[in-house]
């Protein structure tokens, strides 16, 4: 499923792609991308945070797509409790005039506890707003679309001679 997520995020991107000198084909892009694809996603899956306290999982992502050359702005998002803060991540990579394309991902995880087994499987236990403690973990894909989001954003930022425009990426 992460190489199917990832490769369709690629995809997607690709179509601002112009053919560049480096001749890599797609194929070649997403296999140089996923060992560092995977490791995000592990570390976030054995990460998580519930909605409204994705205070850590924003900050990674902030901190990746500034790496990649985005400007990024934090912080976005508004709630009627005082206590849940906005931890909405955006960033914007532009490359000259062109088409804009949005990419979204996902950055809480769901009050279920992780009985996978794997070796990265989440042990986080919190106790929710409701008083009732519980396990946390990303049982529907916020950690394999956030880490997919970020693998574009650097394999995009990496071959700015490929393609066109501005991309956004919103987390």
């Known amino acids: 499923m992460?190489?199917?997520?990832?490769?369709?995020i690629v995809l997607c991107a690709n179509s601002l792609a112009t053919e560049g000198a480096r001749g890599?084909?797609?194929?070649?892009r997403v296999?140089?991308?996923?060992?560092?694809?995977?490791?995000?996603?592990?570390?976030?899956?054995?990460a998580p945070e519930l909605s409204h306290y994705e205070e850590r999982t924003a900050a990674l992502v902030a901190k990746e797509l500034q790496a990649a050359?985005?400007?990024?702005?934090?912080?976005?998002?508004?709630?009627?409790r005082a206590a849940w803060k906005g931890h909405g991540v955006a960033g914007v990579l532009k490359n000259g005039a062109g088409p804009v394309v949005l990419i979204r991902a996902e950055l809480d995880a769901l009050?279920?506890?992780e009985q996978t087994g794997l070796p990265y499987a989440s042990k986080v236990q919190v106790t929710t707003d409701r008083?009732?403690?519980?396990?946390?973990?990303?049982?529907c894909g916020h950690d394999l679309h956030t880490a997919a989001m970020l693998g574009t954003a650097r394999r995009l930022a990496d071959q700015k001679d490929r393609w066109r425009g501005t991309v956004v990426f919103v987390g």
Do not use: N, W
């Open 111 to 113: 009050p279920i506890t």
């Open 31 to 46: 296999e140089q991308e996923l060992p560092s694809v995977l490791d995000t996603y592990k570390a976030l899956h054995a």
């Open 2 to 8: 992460m190489r199917g997520t990832f490769v369709l």
């Open 24 to 28: 890599q084909s797609l194929s070649e």
């Open 69 to 80: 050359g985005c400007e990024v702005f934090t912080g976005i998002g508004k709630f009627t």
């Open 131 to 139: 008083g009732t403690k519980t396990g946390v973990m990303h049982a």
